[in-house]
Protein backbone atom coordinates (compact mmCIF):
# COMPACT_ATOMS: atom_id res chain seq x y z
CA UNK A 1 0.00 0.00 0.00
CA UNK A 2 1.14 3.35 -0.99
CA UNK A 3 1.91 5.32 2.44
CA UNK A 4 -1.08 7.39 3.63
CA UNK A 5 -1.47 11.07 3.10
CA UNK A 6 -4.02 13.66 4.63
CA UNK A 7 -7.25 13.88 2.85
CA UNK A 8 -6.58 17.40 0.89
CA UNK A 9 -9.58 19.95 1.87
CA UNK A 10 -11.98 21.36 -0.33
CA UNK A 11 -11.77 24.46 1.17
CA UNK A 12 -7.83 24.66 1.67
CA UNK A 13 -8.44 23.62 6.10
CA UNK A 14 -8.55 20.46 6.74
CA UNK A 15 -11.17 19.46 9.44
CA UNK A 16 -8.81 16.50 10.63
CA UNK A 17 -7.53 15.63 13.31
CA UNK A 18 -10.38 17.03 14.70
CA UNK A 19 -10.80 16.41 18.86
CA UNK A 20 -14.47 15.23 20.11
CA UNK A 21 -15.72 15.04 23.55
CA UNK A 22 -17.04 11.53 24.29
CA UNK A 23 -20.83 12.11 24.48
CA UNK A 24 -23.32 10.58 22.13
CA UNK A 25 -24.05 13.87 20.73
CA UNK A 26 -20.79 13.97 19.32
CA UNK A 27 -20.53 10.89 17.22
CA UNK A 28 -23.23 12.66 14.69
CA UNK A 29 -20.88 14.98 13.97
CA UNK A 30 -18.21 12.76 13.81
CA UNK A 31 -20.81 11.76 10.51
CA UNK A 32 -21.12 14.62 9.19
CA UNK A 33 -17.30 15.87 8.97
CA UNK A 34 -16.35 12.63 7.62
CA UNK A 35 -18.85 12.44 5.08
CA UNK A 36 -18.21 16.29 4.13
CA UNK A 37 -14.59 15.58 3.64
CA UNK A 38 -15.22 12.29 1.62
CA UNK A 39 -17.50 13.92 -0.40
CA UNK A 40 -15.35 13.29 -3.34
CA UNK A 41 -15.55 9.45 -3.18
CA UNK A 42 -17.55 6.78 -4.85
CA UNK A 43 -20.25 6.36 -2.86
CA UNK A 44 -19.71 2.69 -1.97
CA UNK A 45 -16.15 4.22 0.25
CA UNK A 46 -17.86 6.97 1.72
CA UNK A 47 -20.91 5.32 3.37
CA UNK A 48 -18.45 2.57 4.62
CA UNK A 49 -15.78 5.17 5.99
CA UNK A 50 -18.85 6.87 7.54
CA UNK A 51 -20.21 4.16 9.11
CA UNK A 52 -16.91 1.99 10.66
CA UNK A 53 -16.05 5.95 12.12
CA UNK A 54 -19.45 6.33 13.34
CA UNK A 55 -19.09 2.55 15.33
CA UNK A 56 -14.97 3.46 16.51
CA UNK A 57 -16.93 6.72 17.55
CA UNK A 58 -19.37 5.19 19.29
CA UNK A 59 -17.70 2.47 20.90
CA UNK A 60 -15.12 5.21 22.35
CA UNK A 61 -17.87 7.12 24.07
CA UNK A 62 -19.79 3.75 25.08
CA UNK A 63 -16.50 1.80 26.51
CA UNK A 64 -13.25 4.09 26.77
CA UNK A 65 -15.47 7.19 27.98
CA UNK A 66 -12.04 9.79 27.17
CA UNK A 67 -11.69 12.29 24.32
CA UNK A 68 -11.20 11.22 20.89
CA UNK A 69 -8.87 12.02 18.01
CA UNK A 70 -10.50 11.33 14.20
CA UNK A 71 -8.03 11.23 11.33
CA UNK A 72 -8.65 10.67 8.14
CA UNK A 73 -5.52 9.38 5.47
CA UNK A 74 -5.12 8.03 1.37
CA UNK A 75 -3.53 6.70 -1.02
CA UNK A 76 -4.53 3.07 -2.57
CA UNK A 77 -7.47 3.03 0.78
CA UNK A 78 -9.18 5.43 2.84
CA UNK A 79 -7.80 4.88 6.44
CA UNK A 80 -9.63 6.25 9.36
CA UNK A 81 -7.74 5.96 12.79
CA UNK A 82 -9.93 6.65 15.93
CA UNK A 83 -7.66 7.46 19.08
CA UNK A 84 -8.36 7.68 22.41
CA UNK A 85 -6.88 7.22 25.77
CA UNK A 86 -8.12 4.15 27.58
CA UNK A 87 -6.70 0.99 27.44
CA UNK A 88 -9.82 -1.44 26.76
CA UNK A 89 -9.34 -3.60 24.15
CA UNK A 90 -11.72 -3.95 21.28
CA UNK A 91 -13.34 -7.18 20.71
CA UNK A 92 -14.70 -8.97 17.69
CA UNK A 93 -17.75 -10.68 19.37
CA UNK A 94 -19.79 -13.90 18.15
CA UNK A 95 -22.94 -12.77 18.37
CA UNK A 96 -26.53 -14.34 18.70
CA UNK A 97 -29.39 -13.13 16.46
CA UNK A 98 -31.09 -11.92 19.11
CA UNK A 99 -28.63 -9.80 20.83
CA UNK A 100 -29.21 -6.31 21.04
CA UNK A 101 -25.84 -4.78 20.66
CA UNK A 102 -22.00 -6.06 20.11
CA UNK A 103 -22.41 -6.60 16.28
CA UNK A 104 -20.15 -2.61 15.56
CA UNK A 105 -17.18 -4.95 14.90
CA UNK A 106 -18.71 -7.00 13.33
CA UNK A 107 -20.13 -5.08 10.52
CA UNK A 108 -16.38 -2.67 10.37
CA UNK A 109 -14.81 -6.20 9.33
CA UNK A 110 -16.96 -6.85 6.92
CA UNK A 111 -16.63 -3.00 5.50
CA UNK A 112 -13.01 -2.77 5.61
CA UNK A 113 -10.26 -4.73 4.01
CA UNK A 114 -8.33 -4.57 7.26
CA UNK A 115 -8.43 -3.19 10.94
CA UNK A 116 -6.64 -3.11 13.85
CA UNK A 117 -5.36 -2.09 17.05
CA UNK A 118 -2.18 0.46 17.40
CA UNK A 119 -0.87 0.79 21.00
CA UNK A 120 -0.13 3.80 22.46
CA UNK A 121 1.45 5.24 25.80
CA UNK A 122 -1.91 5.15 27.70
CA UNK A 123 -3.60 4.60 24.80
CA UNK A 124 -4.89 3.17 21.47
CA UNK A 125 -5.69 3.68 17.82
CA UNK A 126 -8.28 1.70 16.11
CA UNK A 127 -8.01 1.82 12.66
CA UNK A 128 -9.80 0.80 9.61
CA UNK A 129 -9.04 0.38 5.76
CA UNK A 130 -11.36 0.34 2.86
CA UNK A 131 -10.51 0.85 -0.45
CA UNK A 132 -11.64 3.46 -2.76
CA UNK A 133 -13.51 1.28 -5.09
CA UNK A 134 -15.15 -0.40 -2.39
CA UNK A 135 -18.17 -2.67 -3.17
CA UNK A 136 -21.62 -1.63 -1.75
Not at 36 to 54: F, K, N, T
Not at 113 to 135: Q, R
Request: one cysteine or more; a neutral charge; hydrophobic letters at 45%.
Amino acid sequence: MASPQSIPPGTGHSAFPHRFPPTPSRVAAVRRIVTAQLDHMEPACRDAVVYIGSELASNVVRHAGTPYVVELHTGEMVRIDVTDWALGVPVLRAVTLDAVSGRGLQIVSRLATDWGVDWLDGGKVVWAEVPLKASP
